[in-house]
């Protein structure tokens, strides 16, 4: 204060006017010693019960998978964890190389080119690639399928309703799930700036037309928007390779923890399209060399479509985004690489359907409910019992496990169903556990 | 001086040899695999992966060995001042992160049954309260993952009020200063709505008269960051106010520069209806190289019933998600938000206090024009607008006299600062300073650190009379010297990932 002239702090706050400084002490808590905040933040915490504590059998758009202890070493390391944004890039050449790494090997699970660093979410990633759709077709429609997670259903309302696009629903078959070609083709018009399904779709289904629904949105001028579980591209075929013109997805379960729902981590990728790329939001990290020639070196690319140069008339209004989460991901795949992201997506896929089969055995109790490939989550009806789902959960968490997610007011036309979703962490005994706790429910009806 | 690590890392698929893995899944039973039958005869063919995939396949080793070479070649606020204007850029205690990796938060689902999260909704609830009393406002929701999500939501909330009253055909400009950040108008565009920039005067603050002549019935808000990216206290606030509320227009506060303020002028008594603040700057939570952070919303009371669902209420009992709220917007996300984020904030609350978080915005301050009161001393540096007076959390140099004479520039200041072990200022923004040094030293620096930032801007000064080659070529002490940035967006050279690298390499040499 002396060597710059000021004998008290109220000085530096002198322009700000009187009336304005609070008068009182705010209602916040006392401070509290390291060891207090500790003791404290771990007993509120341990009410919390834990997939460690009961088995869970629930995913919707966030699922319990395994996080290596290397992914949790990687990302707690201080240059990562306490950098900004990489804008000065030589000096953050680590980052970015992390990044660019994240970037190829979303472009290698999805057989696409181009990956952002990443968006929010799944969800927020829908909202901005309906909106790029619409920009690069100059269409201001978009067909979604009705099985879609209610949730992403309602953000991507939110973001297109300012765009003036407007989102119609695409029936779907009830006995398969599958989506509608006879609606599809039918709600589809020279307005259709995209298609968007989900694969798998919300309910768990694998959607087996894929590559027929591609061809119709091209048919018609309009993009095909595909959403998935990464996990499900080490056995599954990549959007790329049925005709996606943009992949969206949740990487979340590439080495992130739940987290009660977030941080989450936006897949957004794009076909090597020039106007396409250039409507692309978000951070993007391209590789380049030093001025003189000599090094390969990484940095952000293409940062005119970016708020911070066209304002108003930027791509998106994103700026931080997800970055750490990605790394956790890059890391995550260089553990498992090829082989492990197979064998991820076969031993969930054997361990769901292992789940299946076990509960369609159970008298009054249908699992799935369509009739399709499902990957890892699966729908379970109980109206052959008649039971309701809240009855069922309610007795499955007496008995210290956790059912899935009831959907039965999201899809009346269900009846009581709930979503059930099974991975690599659940144990063969577990499951078993689940199907003979259920048989006791039913049978005690 | 400086040395950062220089590995001559390859890209990592480069690395690694076919059939290595580098983390062992759980096992798939036998008689599991028996009861299922053949997997792939499961999925449809034309379903099945063909191709197999493309990723780098190493062992444990080499994938830890990888990721820390890359980390030695990262810069944090570990490492040393990184007095990014305008991000905050302050000390992320340990103890915060230790709490928000535990498995009592990372392994809870967000639909488990609201019995099971009695813990985690706990100090979600008390944070919105926390929060809604340090702004000033009625209610707060955590959802927005950053900054620019809450100024979306806000701006999306604007539109929802007018809606309400059925103006909103008519509302459609939102009013911003051009001293303000690129989100603010990208975040009110993507709303809808359009913008109208206000000019600033000749202080730095908004031009009152400009404001006054641009407001009319079209108007739906006004988004203000104050103090503003100057580092200036927008003292007309209550005249700014009333203009805007008489037009009929919201007022909405980017709490990006909540820092300086924090526990002494609460936004909301400024007259802000929203309010949004960084998480990841004011409480501080990590930018772990650009994200996660977290940007909560605080709101008046009319705009709480548009807030997104769910909100989490209190019977005096336990805790609720209620999803019943007939005029909410909707969603702008999946699930609460970042919750192991905003973990993070609680735990920085819960340490610091009320004293404490005041002690926070006021040691900012000093700091700021500690730095400030140096640098004004130095030849070829002007501090545009208001420069007689004391700056808030930071403050805006610019270095044109120094480029006219020399050449040397805002960019290549920062480059050579980089060769200092010392992290660059924010550079060419606010646009309304001509290569501006945009500089926050932030509280948790000590005087020690800031003199060393101080040192290292004159000497750089000086050899950019002495010796401006040396300037313009840096750095040089850096894990790699200058880049090319052009390449990376040229569509020539414009290599975006590995797959596109290496076709472009194909094309180039068949
Ligand atoms: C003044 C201002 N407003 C808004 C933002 C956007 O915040 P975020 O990066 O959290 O989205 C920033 C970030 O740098 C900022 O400095």
């Known amino acids: 204060m002396s060597e710059i002239g000021v004998k008290s702090i109220e000085e530096l706050y002198a322009d700000i006017p009187e009336k304005y400084f609070l008068k009182r002490s705010l209602n916040l808590p006392n401070a509290l010693s390291e060891f207090e905040v500790k003791k404290h933040i771990e007993a509120l915490l341990s009410k919390n019960k834990t997939c460690a504590d009961m088995p869970i059998f629930l995913g919707a758009g966030c699922w319990p998978h395994y996080v290596p202890a290397v992914v949790k070493e990687i990302v707690q390391r201080s240059e990562f964890l306490t950098s900004y944004t990489p804008y000065q890039a030589e ?35 829908l909202g901005e690639a309906v909106r790029m759709a619409s920009r690069v077709t100059k269409r201001n429609e978009v067909l979604i399928p009705k099985i879609i997670h209610p949730e992403r259903k309602a953000t991507l ?31 589809i018009s020279e307005k259709t700036a995209a298609v968007y399904i989900e694969n798998p779709s919300y309910l768990g289904f694998i959607e087996t037309q894929a590559e027929e629904i591609g061809e119709i949105a091209h048919a018609h001028g309009a993009l095909f928007i595909v959403g998935v579980d990464p996990t499900s591209l080490g056995i599954l075929k990549p959007p790329g390779e049925y005709g996606a013109d943009i992949v969206i997805g949740e990487a979340q379960p590439l080495g992130n923890p739940m987290n009660f729902g977030g941080p989450l981590l936006g897949i957004f990728a794009c076909r090597d399209d020039q106007n396409m790329v250039r409507q692309m939001p978000g951070r993007i990290i391209g590789l380049t060399t030093t001025v003189d020639g000599g090094k390969q070196g990484f940095c952000m690319a293409l940062q005119t479509r970016e708020q911070h140069i066209r304002r108003e008339k930027a791509t998106s209004n994103i700026c931080s985004n997800e ?123 | 001086m400086y040395r950062q690590a220089q590995w001559s890392e390859p890209v990592i698929f480069s690395l690694g040899k076919a059939g290595r893995v580098g983390h062992i899944l759980p096992s798939v039973e036998e008689d599991v695999k028996k009861a299922v039958g053949d997997l792939y005869g499961l999925i449809p063919e034309k379903m099945r992966r063909e191709n197999p995939l493309r990723l780098p396949e190493l062992s444990e080793p080499e994938v830890v060995r990888h990721f820390m070479r890359l980390s030695e070649m990262n810069y944090g606020v570990d490492s040393g001042i990184y007095p990014l204007g305008s991000c ?86 939102i009013l911003i200063p051009d001293s303000a950040h690129g989100t603010n108008p990208a975040s009110a565009a993507m709303a809808g709505f359009n913008v109208v920039v206000i000019p600033s005067n000749d202080n ?99 705009l709480a019933k548009f807030l997104p669902v769910p909100r989490i209420v209190f019977d005096g009992k336990s805790y609720r998600l209620d999803y019943d709220r007939p005029h909410t917007i909707g969603k702008i996300r999946g699930f609460y938000g970042n919750v192991a984020v905003l973990v993070k904030a609680y735990a920085y609350i819960l340490s610091l206090g009320f004293d404490g978080l005041k002690e926070v915005a006021e040691v900012s301050v000093l700091n700021a024009n500690y730095v400030l009161h140096k640098l004004k001393a130095l030849d070829g540096l002007t501090l545009p607008y208001n420069s007689e007076k004391p700056k808030k959390h930071e403050c805006v140099f610019s270095v044109k006299p120094l480029k006219n004479k020399t050449g040397v520039s805002a960019l290549n200041i920062a480059k050579r600062l980089l060769d200092y072990g010392v992290h660059a200022p924010t550079i060419y923004f606010p646009l309304i300073v001509e290569e501006a040094l945009m500089i926050e030293p932030t509280e948790t620096f000590e005087k020690e650190e800031l003199d060393r930032f101080v040192e290292a801007i004159r000497e750089i000064c000086r050899e950019a009379q002495t010796n401006p080659e040396k300037v313009l070529k840096a750095p040089y002490n850096t894990a790699i010297s200058r880049l090319d940035e052009a390449k990376a967006s040229h569509p020539k050279t414009m290599a975006l990932s590995w797959r596109m690298y290496q076709k472009k390499q194909a094309a180039a040499n068949p």
């Open chain 2, 88 to 173: 905050t850029m302050k000390y992320n205690p340990k103890i915060n992160e230790a709490l928000a990796n535990m498995p009592t938060i990372g392994l809870v689902h967000p639909y488990q049954d609201e019995r099971t999260v009695q813990g985690i909704l706990e100090i979600l609830y008390k944070l919105e309260r926390w929060l809604a009393e340090i702004t000033g406002t009625a209610e707060v929701c955590l959802q927005p993952a950053a900054g620019a999500h809450g100024e979306f939501l806000g701006a999306c909330l604007i539109r929802a009020y007018h809606k309400h009253k059925g103006e909103l055909g008519k509302r459609q400009d």
């Open chain 2, 204 to 302: 730095g603050c908004v031009n009152v008269e400009a404001l006054r002549a641009a407001v009319s019935d079209k108007t739906a808000g006004l988004m203000l960051t104050n103090p503003n990216t100057l580092g200036i206290f927008e003292q007309n606030i209550e005249e700014i106010a009333k203009i805007v509320h008489n037009a009929g227009g919201l007022l909405y506060y980017d709490g990006a520069n909540l820092n300086p303020i924090l526990c002494k002028v609460r936004p909301g008594d400024m007259g802000f209806d929203i309010v949004h603040i960084n998480i990841h700057k004011t409480f501080g939570t990590p930018h772990g190289g650009g994200g996660p952070g977290a940007g909560p919303i605080g709101v008046s009371e009319e």
């Open chain 1, 91 to 125: 000096i953050s050449q680590g980052m970015l190389q992390a990044l660019f790494e994240y970037q190829s090997m979303i472009c290698e699970l999805t057989a696409m080119e181009v990956a952002n660093c990443s968006m929010y979410d799944w969800a927020s990633a």
């Open chain 1, 157 to 187: 309302q939110v973001y297109a309703e300012p765009a003036e696009i407007n989102v119609k629903e695409v029936a779907y078959n009830r006995e398969t799930g599958q989506l509608s070609l006879k609606d599809l083709e039918g709600k």
């Open chain 1, 323 to 445: 970055a750490l989460c990605a790394v956790a991901s890059t890391v995550y795949m260089a553990l498992l690489g090829s082989k492990g992201l197979r064998e991820l997506g076969e031993t969930i896929m054997y361990k769901a359907n292992y789940a299946m089969h076990l509960l369609s055995k159970i008298d009054g109790v249908k699992a799935p409910v369509f009739k399709s490939p499902h990957f890892k989550e699966f729908t379970v009806n109980f109206d052959g019992a008649g039971l309701k789902v809240v009855n069922i959960h309610e007795a499955l968490l007496q008995r210290g496990i956790h059912g899935g997610k009831d959907v039965s007011k999201e899809f009346p036309e269900l009846g009581e169903t709930a979503l059930y979703c099974v991975t690599e962490i659940h144990s063969k005994r577990e499951i078993e556990l689940l199907a003979k706790t259920l048989e006791e429910i039913v049978a005690e009806r």
